[in-house]
């Protein structure tokens, strides 16, 4: 290619030069704003990367492997595509085709979906298959004050104090705030996407129980030490179940 | 379920009862129950009104329905016309005659000679008809055949297996201009699709067979692709 050098008036040259200041700001911006965003992956790049079929993804959608809400409908220019959010769809894909060797698809469509089956356990069961430890297990027979049988609900509350005991994120006291809070919430717990947050300001600790929420901003100086979802908590409970 | 305590319910000729938990609910003539029916075996024969949902084993309607809430059971017959406005979960679904569902279907298997309606999705592992349709929603399914008699729409179909077919006679030779026996719909997805009379925006799948009467939009095949000489296809691309 070859330019030709014109003289152009200086208030036009200045013009293309804000012109061009202004595209390139306005690329930055959106830039941002696509990373900020989650990155879309349309449903045939999708099939090609996982290697899968239209069967499939179809028999998945309507044994509620996928959830309704990853269907994301955008028009183009040959008509509607769906797309989904890249990272969680291609977690789930990896998830369902380690796991279908050993479940059915309903099993699997069970330990995915947040309503609580019906499973029982004993409280040496749940120490034996290394869900909980022995003190943690003493800690929660001592506060909560219940029976030998953990439905799954228990089952959960341990396995969350579990986690954020053993990980050293809270101490004894502030695990006894947690249990307080879940135990009064139960209801949403059952239902809704749920989240566990501790929080820590000059010493002083609260617990938060966060429904459906996207994200959350706290004072300065206020410290957050740990964010555990219950509904992956759930399904990792569930995946050392099966 | 506990059936020991539960007693039947039978309503006869012009009648109306409350709902509540049952043996066997049997409405014969024209009958109404006006709450929630939990029950063994549904039956309605005539004309039967419930106005609340049904939840039982069998279910079956003779004659005219009308359900105003949801529908939940084992296997549903219906030899007549039943109108839901809920959803229905049925894991065996077989319907002569007619059946307007206003929430979604659920279902294992669908089968189905006559006219259906709903307005959200139809979900089923097997769905063939001999019908016409109108789907508002997805019909996703692992194996579809279908013979189309009338105009039948909806919106998208998914699966596996998708067999539209049509079998003209010598009757619609006749009455061709006045009814068009075709499927519209906007995009077939699945791993092999063989269509006839049928117009779609967009056709995605591995192996692709457009039959007779067929006016696609776009082919996106992955293996085979056909075509007969009576379809127009504007556009098709291997991916």
Same mark, same amino acid.
């Given at each position: 290619m070859s330019y030709e050098l014109r003289i152009y008036p200086v208030n036009k040259i200045?013009?293309?030069?804000?012109?061009?200041?202004?595209?390139?700001? %306005?690329?930055?911006? !959106?830039?941002g704003v696509m990373?900020? @965003?989650?990155?879309?992956?349309?449903?045939?790049? =999708?099939?090609?990367?996982?290697?899968? @079929? %239209?069967?499939? =993804?179809?028999?998945?959608?309507?044994?509620?492997?996928?959830?309704?809400?990853?269907?994301?409908?955008?028009?183009?220019?040959?008509?509607?595509?769906?797309?989904?959010?890249?990272?969680?769809?291609?977690?789930?894909i990896i998830k369902i085709q380690t796991m279908k060797e050993n479940l059915s698809l309903d099993e699997l469509a069970d330990m995915f979906s947040p309503n609580?089956?019906?499973?029982?356990?004993?409280?040496d069961e749940l120490i034996k298959?290394?869900?909980?430890?022995?003190?943690?297990?003493?800690?929660?027979?001592?506060?909560?004050?219940?029976?030998?049988?953990?439905?799954?609900?228990?089952? =959960?509350?341990?396995?969350?104090?579990?986690?954020?005991?053993?990980?050293?994120?809270?101490?004894?006291?502030?695990?006894?705030?947690?249990?307080?809070?879940?135990k009064a919430n139960t209801q949403s717990i059952q239902q809704k996407s749920c989240d566990i947050l501790i929080t820590r300001k000059l010493g002083v600790s609260s617990?938060?129980?966060?429904?459906?929420?996207?994200?959350? %901003?706290?004072?300065?100086?206020?410290?957050?030490?740990?964010?555990?979802?219950?509904?992956?908590?759930?399904?990792?409970?569930?995946?050392?179940?099966? | 379920?506990?059936?020991?305590?539960?007693?039947?319910?039978?309503?006869?000729?012009?009648?109306? @009862?409350?709902?509540? !938990?049952?043996n066997h609910v049997t409405l014969n003539g024209f009958s109404t129950v006006n709450s929630d029916v939990d029950c063994v075996e549904f039956k309605s024969n005539g004309f039967g009104t419930v106005n609340g949902n049904v939840k039982s084993e069998q279910f079956k309607v003779n004659g005219k329905a009308k359900f105003k809430g949801t529908i939940e059971s084992q296997s549903l017959f219906i030899d007549g016309t039943a109108k839901i406005d809920g959803n229905l979960h049925a894991e065996h679904v077989k319907i002569s005659g007619k059946i307007s569902v206003g929430g979604r279907i659920k279902s294992d298997e669908i089968n189905i000679k006559g006219t259906l309606t709903v307005e959200e999705?139809?979900?089923?592992?097997?769905?063939?008809?001999?019908?016409?349709?109108?789907?508002?929603?997805?019909?996703?399914?692992?194996?579809?055949?279908?013979?189309? %008699?009338?105009?039948?729409?909806?919106?998208?179909?998914?699966?596996?297996?998708?067999?539209?077919?049509?079998?003209?006679?010598?009757?619609? @030779?006749?009455?061709?201009?006045?009814?068009?026996?075709?499927?519209?719909?906007?995009?077939?997805?699945?791993?092999?699709?063989?269509l006839e009379n049928t117009i779609a925006k967009v056709v995605r799948g591995n192996q692709v067979r457009i039959g007779r009467n067929c006016q696609i939009g776009l082919v996106e095949y992955s293996e085979d692709f056909e075509q007969d000489k009576k379809a127009i296809v504007n556009k098709s691309v291997k991916i």
């Open positions: 200045l013009q293309f030069f804000f012109t061009c200041v202004t595209l390139l700001c %306005y690329a930055v911006i !959106q830039k990373t900020m @965003s989650e990155e879309l992956i349309s449903k045939k790049d =999708l099939l090609e990367l996982a290697g899968i @079929s %239209y069967g499939q =993804l179809y028999r998945w959608k309507r044994k509620d492997l996928i959830p309704e809400e990853w269907f994301v409908r955008k028009s183009t220019f040959t008509g509607q595509e769906t797309f989904f959010p890249k990272e969680k769809i291609l977690e789930r609580i089956k019906n499973m029982e356990f004993e409280k298959r290394n869900i909980v430890s022995t003190t943690v297990m003493n800690f929660y027979m001592e506060n909560e004050k219940g029976g030998q049988k953990f439905n799954i609900l228990r089952m =959960l509350e341990i396995f969350v104090l579990e986690k954020l005991l053993q990980s050293g994120d809270i101490n004894l006291d502030e695990a006894k705030t947690v249990l307080e809070v879940l617990c938060f129980l966060l429904v459906n929420a996207e994200d959350i %901003y706290v004072e300065k100086g206020t410290k957050i030490v740990s964010q555990v979802s219950l509904m992956t908590s759930m399904e990792e409970l569930k995946a050392k179940l099966l | 379920m506990d059936t020991k305590v539960r007693e039947d319910l039978e309503v006869n000729g012009f009648g109306a @009862s409350n709902g509540g !938990q049952f999705d139809c979900e089923a592992e097997i769905f063939s008809a001999e019908a016409q349709f109108n789907i508002g929603g997805l019909l996703n399914a692992d194996e579809i055949k279908v013979q189309i %008699y009338g105009t039948c729409k909806v919106k998208e179909i998914g699966g596996q297996i998708i067999i539209v077919k049509h079998k003209g006679s010598f009757f619609d @030779s006749i009455i061709k201009p006045l009814f068009t026996a075709q499927l519209e719909t906007d995009l077939i997805e699945g791993d092999k699709i063989d």
